[in-house]
C-alpha cells in the first residue's frame, strides 16, 4: 500500500520563476494538505484541499495556489519565486469521512532551493 | 490563537539512556488534539500519537510514553532505554478539531542518540 508520493524531490529554481509541485494521497485518503517546512523550523500549513476545493489556508499569500484533481491528487503552485521560499514542502492526506481526520500521512517532501 | 513551545532545540544522549522531550502548548479552545510526529533524516514526518483535551490518561506504546496535563498545559514525550534509531527531529504539535487538517506544529527538538 503506497504512501503518500510526492514529485520531484529536489529542485533548484531562480528568483521570479514558477515552480509546481505534486502530490498522490494515500489510497483511501481524499483530502490533502500542504505545509511549507523551512531549514530549523516546523512545518507551516499552507492550504488543504478537499472534493476539489481549498477548504483552509494559512498566512501564505496569494502567490501560493493549488488544485486538486477527480483522483484526489494535487499541485502546489508557487509563482514569481523569492528566495524565501526555499524550504521543504510537504504534503500530507487523511481520510475527510473519520475521526482520525487529523492523522495526517506524509510525504517526504519536495525540497525546493531557489537562487 | 493557538500556539506550541518545544524550548528544547537539540538533546544528545547515549544509548539506552532515557529522555523526556518538552511540549507545552496555548489554545483558547476547549476541545483540541494533540500529536508527536517523528521525522528521520528522510524528511517523511511519521505520526506517533494523537490524544484529545478530554483524555488525560498517560499512554505507553514499547519505550515510548506520553505525558498529558492540562493543568501546565504540557504534552511530554519520553523515550526510555534509547536506541540509536531513535535520533531524529520530534515535533510537537495541536489542531483544533478532528476534522481540522490545519495542525499547528512546534519548532521540533532535534535528538541525537549517540551509541
Known amino acids: 500500500d503506497a504512501g503518500v508520493t510526492q514529485s520531484p524531490t529536489h529542485l533548484i529554481k531562480t528568483r521570479g520563476q514558477q515552480v509546481t509541485l505534486r502530490c498522490s494521497p494515500k489510497s483511501g485518503h481524499d483530502t490533502v494538505s500542504w505545509y511549507q517546512q523551512a531549514l530549523g523550523q516546523g512545518p507551516q500549513f499552507i492550504f488543504q484541499?478537499?472534493?476539489?476545493?481549498?477548504?483552509q489556508r494559512g498566512n501564505f499569500p496569494d502567490r501560493f495556489s493549488g488544485h486538486q484533481f477527480p483522483n484526489y491528487s494535487s499541485e502546489l503552485n508557487v509563482n514569481a519565486l523569492l528566495l524565501g521560499d526555499s524550504a521543504l514542502y510537504l504534503c500530507a492526506s487523511s481520510p475527510a469521512a473519520s475521526s482520525g481526520a487529523n492523522v495526517l500521512t506524509f510525504g517526504a517532501g519536495s525540497r525546493l532551493t531557489v537562487l | 490563537a493557538q500556539k506550541v513551545t518545544q524550548a528544547q532545540t537539540e538533546i544528545s544522549v547515549v544509548e539506552k539512556e532515557d529522555v523526556t522531550l518538552d511540549c507545552v502548548y496555548e489554545?483558547?479552545?476547549?476541545?483540541?488534539?494533540l500529536f508527536w510526529y517523528k521525522q528521520p533524516p528522510s524528511g517523511e514526518l511519521v505520526f506517533l500519537i494523537r490524544r484529545n483535551s478530554f483524555d488525560e490518561q498517560n499512554e505507553i506504546s514499547g519505550r515510548y510514553s506520553w505525558n498529558f496535563q492540562k493543568s501546565t498545559s504540557s504534552f511530554n514525550f519520553t523515550i526510555t532505554a534509547s536506541q540509536v534509531v531513535d535520533s531524529a527531529v520530534y515535533f510537537c504539535a495541536l489542531s483544533r478539531s478532528n476534522r481540522d487538517d490545519k495542525i499547528i506544529f512546534g519548532k521540533g527538538t532535534r535528538l541525537h542518540i549517540l551509541p
Open positions: 489554545t483558547r479552545d476547549t476541545t483540541y488534539y
Open positions: 484541499y478537499y472534493e476539489e476545493e481549498e477548504r
